[in-house]
T-cell receptor, first 116, second 113 residues
């Protein structure tokens, strides 16, 4: 069974550009969450999606958006990139949204985004 | 909103000694507290978690304790080994509202052989 897969693994973009990051959850998992991890810090929550609907949003600007597809995979889009967007972007999947389906969700290996 | 503080930021121990990492949280409604281990360049991996209806949980050399009154929880690693060297993150969540985790800043654990 494949774990959470993310693509690409590394990406270099120029300020002002747009980027799309992709995530495929563990088979059977319906919830996908996105986190940003700046070097030397803990991950910060960006979004949670469940059954193709946004179910939670962190304190990030509107330049950040996401969506979830019928097969439960997800994309994170970031527009008008800033140098400060350079980070490891982590995707995590879980069975569901609440209760026992939530516990101990699994992270992917992340996409390392560098903005120059 | 929830705020999680983690201490110490770095911890060096001799192989075989114990290591303790402490976290405090601010939202008394938080009821799920996982710990993640992240090796350099790799994904965070869940190593142990505890729910608010439990005071302590053990898994071999790893244990977590929770004090709801004081709003703090701790990770205990006994008989440390060089492969325990990594960054450890604590997190807190209110599980009834999805799985938004609020993470601490992390602790770099170095086990010297």
């Amino acid at each position: 069974d494949a774990g959470v897969t993310q693509s690409p693994t590394h990406l270099i973009k120029t300020r002002g550009q747009q980027v799309t990051l992709r995530c495929s959850p563990i088979s059977g998992h319906k919830s996908v969450s996105w986190y940003q991890q700046v070097l030397g810090q803990g991950p910060q929550f960006i979004f949670q999606y469940y059954e193709k609907e946004e179910r939670g949003r962190g304190n990030f600007p509107d330049r950040f958006s996401a969506r979830q597809f019928p097969n439960y995979s997800s994309e994170l889009n970031v527009n008008a990139l800033l140098l400060g967007d350079s980070a490891l972007y982590l995707c995590a999947s879980s069975l569901g949204l609440r209760g026992r389906d939530n516990y101990g969700y699994t992270f992917g290996s992340g996409t390392r985004l560098t903005v120059v | 909103g929830e705020n999680v503080e983690q201490h110490p930021s770095t911890l060096s121990v001799q192989e075989g000694d114990s290591a303790v990492i402490k976290c405090t949280y601010s939202d008394s409604a938080s009821n799920y507290f996982p710990w993640y281990k992240q090796e350099l360049g790799k994904r965070p991996q869940l190593i142990i978690d505890i729910r608010s209806n439990v005071g302590e949980k053990k898994d071999q050399r790893i244990a977590v304790t929770l004090n709801k009154t004081a709003k703090h929880f701790s990770l205990h690693i006994t008989e440390t080994q060089p492969e325990d060297s990594a960054v450890y993150f604590c997190a807190a969540s209110i599980m009834e509202y999805g799985n938004k985790l609020v993470f601490g800043a992390g602790t770099i654990l170095r086990v010297k052989s």
